[in-house]
């Protein structure tokens, strides 16, 4: 079984430039969430699909960071325009069940200059 | 006060020994409780999961839970150089707020 996969694996940005992460889950998680790690820091939620439905967004930091699930299968996160404070490790999971084991994606690690 | 505290370590064990990591939490209301392995520059892999107090063992890691005191532990018995990573612990809440609330975590050296 194919884990959590997330491309691009880097990316280095210009400040104000646009970038767009994607995310596959497993196959057959209706669950996915997106988690962000900046320098020093825990790793915090961002959100959470269930299928192509926005369950819990009360972690998006702004409202230049848009989620997308089409169809339910693979998500993208978009941020734009891209701030410096942008920077760090995106993390993508996915669930089976909701409330139970969350497995994770190899991060993008995002550098805006 | 932080939601998931651990101690960030480093914390070295020789290797044979039993490493033991420790984590609190803060709200009485979480129920989902995780570690997470990660080595350096790669993501959080999951190792254990426990849901109700007391002990659950899967082979060289036994996790324990006490709710009453807002504790989790994970030991790992036999210790290799290959267990030197960073242990993140994690808590959620069940259906309706699965997100999980991450520790700083425990960097583990294992000593040859």
């Known amino acids: 079984e194919a884990g959590v996969t997330q491309f691009p694996s880097h990316s280095v940005i210009e400040k104000g430039q646009t970038v767009t992460l994607r995310c596959d889950p497993i196959?057959?998680?209706?669950?996915l969430y997106w988690y962000r790690r900046v320098m020093g820091k825990e790793i915090k939620f961002l959100l959470h699909?269930?299928?192509?439905?926005?369950?819990?967004e009360s972690g998006m930091p702004n409202n230049r960071f848009l989620a997308e699930r089409t169809g339910g299968t693979y998500s993208t996160l978009k941020v734009q325009p891209a701030e410096l404070e942008d920077s760090g490790v995106y993390f993508c999971?996915?669930?089976?069940?909701?409330?139970?084991?969350?497995?994770f994606g190899p991060g993008t690690r995002l550098t805006v200059t | 006060q932080k939601e998931v505290e651990q101690n960030s370590g480093p914390l070295s064990v020789p290797e044979g020994a039993i490493a033991s990591l420790n984590c609190t939490y803060s709200?009485?209301?979480?129920?989902?409780f995780f570690w997470y392995r990660q080595y350096s520059g790669k993501s959080p892999e999951l190792i254990m999961s426990?849901?109700?107090?007391g002990d659950k063992e899967d082979g060289r890691f036994t996790a324990q839970l006490n709710k009453a005191s807002q504790y989790v532990s994970l030991l790992i018995r036999d210790s290799q150089p290959s267990d030197s990573a960073t242990y993140l612990c994690?808590?959620?809440?069940?259906?309706?707020?699965?997100?999980?609330?991450f520790g700083t975590g425990t960097r583990l050296t294992i000593i040859p």
């Open positions: 994690a808590v959620s809440f069940n259906f309706g707020n699965e997100k999980l609330t």
């Open positions: 709200d009485r209301g979480s129920q989902s």
């Open positions: 196959s057959g998680h209706d669950n």
């Open positions: 699909f269930v299928k192509e439905s926005k369950q819990d």
């Open positions: 426990i849901y109700s107090n």
């Open positions: 999971a996915s669930s089976q069940v909701r409330g139970y084991e969350q497995y």
